[in-house]
């Protein structure tokens, strides 16, 4: 990705903020600024708050809805931005032993890396998160050159400022490369600086982007560090003031302090770590580590980055549409919770009475235009407006869609490496930890004599439960081999489907029905790169693999 390129696009995304105006991203004008507007104070406040519009913008959505849809917790079957062809299963077989085949025949594999173009536009599934990951990096890149020139003048607190701004910039790049490295079978590490002409096209592994991600969050923990909490900081970070660099409207859970912030760096570690590690291939020695980065993380009481929206929906990232939590709702029809995830809830879990219902008359969605009858659910999200967490019907409820770690992913992160390592009840006390969290409402499972197994079946339900809508349901299905082939031991035995009458021969099926089937998914473990990229920017000859 070309330098020229990146900079260019980085200056759209300017958002100006004007102190006497409700607005805290404002639209209207968005190329008027020029590179030097950034190198002043009054510019480049509003620069890092603009950048919000690509850490959590439409890219990022589509991005975000494409893990939740391949990790089975929720799905689309419509076909807008490839939706539908990146989450269709390759072959269900129902109780009975019939077969049914993907409607549309090739596996996900062969489906995405044909619209992997140009020409496919909105189809192409990996286009989105790659590049709402590198306007993301170039922005970072932007904003901790200039926080970093000698000749920058802050007025008052210069040192909180300055500090604050890079550990800003060192947080979100190494955010966007944990994304990156997460998703993608490779990728470019490219932290050029201001207006050089500097030019990337040496494609590394996705574990060296994770090394470099890695580095970034131990440079904002290390900024963190010496900065403390005072009124500067506070004005800055809390969406009150014309230095703030956080929206208001995404700071739904309160302040994150700067001990808070460095905890989150190490939590961040411990999910690259994690996320990236087949379960069959981790041992004692790799358990130790995730639960040595986790003892670093997140505690009780801390808060996460979070994306969210005003009132009106009108001056805020989400434009009246671009949120998963809206999607969600019933009210818009574009989100559907999966049957697979309500499976997972445990009788008794009060979040599954507070935030889910099943439709009246039974069915809220089958097997719509013959697309696949994984596409079907008998279940609702209970919006918040009616006392649920995760969907909104008309903006006036702020949910929260993290975007980073919280308390409860750790505390499972912590779980599922001590309960590997063979301490199951301390394991088993961090499960109970984050239900707790949550208002769960079920009796502890620490001390409850579970074996390992029963103890890790108990870690693999509450991630999909407690974690849902933060990013990591495709993630958990990569690393414990759902998404696998059966020929490589992959597949999920007795999922929840909404059978239609006419499939199988069960004597009688009059209505629909919900029977465990056995679900071969298929899918592809790592992305691509995509063409929008390799079509300006061909790699080098000592660039790894750009393709699967």
Known sequence: MKNKFIVLLSLSLFLLISACSKKELDLSDPVSPTISSINTESGIFPFALGMWGKIGGGDYIVAANYHS?????????????????GSQVYKITLPDGTVIDNPIGPEQKIQLQGTNSREAASLNAFYYEWQAMYYTIAECNILLAD????????????????????????????WAYSRIGSMYIAGLVNNF???????????????????????????????LASISLNDTYTQMMDGSSNISIVPSFCNQ???????????????????NLLVNTKTKDANDGFWNQVASLASQGLQEGDVSFT????????NDISGGFWNSNLMLSDAFGWLFP??????EYQPGDQRKERN????????????????????????????????????????????????????????????????????????????????????????????????????KEQVRSERRVGLFLRGLSFYDARRWNVIASVSQGGGRA????????????????ADPAVLPCFMEYNYMDYWDVPLNELDFNKPSATSVPVKQ
């Open 338 to 343: 999966s049957e697979r995830l309500l499976q």
């Open 307 to 314: 994306l969210g929206y005003t009132s009106d929906a009108t």
């Open 494 to 509: 007795n999922a929840n489907v909404l059978v239609p009458d006419g499939y199988g021969d069960f004597e009688p099926l």
């Open 356 to 455: 889910f219902a099943i439709y009246d008359g039974g069915i809220n969605i089958m097997n719509p235009r013959g697309r696949g009858i994984h596409y079907g659910t008998t279940w609702y999200s209970i919006d918040a407006e009616n006392g649920g967490e995760y969907s909104s019907a008309d903006y006036s409820v702020n949910v929260a869609q993290y975007l980073a770690p919280s308390y409860e992913e750790n505390e499972l992160m912590l779980a599922e490496a001590k309960i590997n390592t063979g301490s199951i009840d301390e394991g088993l006390a961090h499960v109970d930890n984050a239900r707790a969290a949550q208002s769960a409402g079920l009796d502890p499972v620490s001390g409850a004599g579970l074996s390992a197994d029963e103890a």
């Open 193 to 223: 600086s201001g207006s050089s002409s500097f030019v990337e096209n040496n494609f590394v592994s996705n574990a060296d982007v994770i090394k470099e991600a890695n580095a970034n969050l131990d440079s904002a923990a290390t900024v």
């Open 147 to 174: 926080s970093k020139e000698p000749s920058f003048t802050f007025s008052g607190d210069a040192d909180t400022k300055q500090k604050v701004l890079q550990a800003f910039g060192y947080w979100w790049r190494g």
């Open 69 to 85: 849809i391949m990790g089975d917790e929720c799905f689309i079957p419509w076909g807008n931005y490839g939706w539908r062809w």
């Open 253 to 271: 859970n309160g302040l994150m302090t700067p001990d808070n912030w460095k905890r989150l760096c190490w939590s961040m570690k411990a999910r």
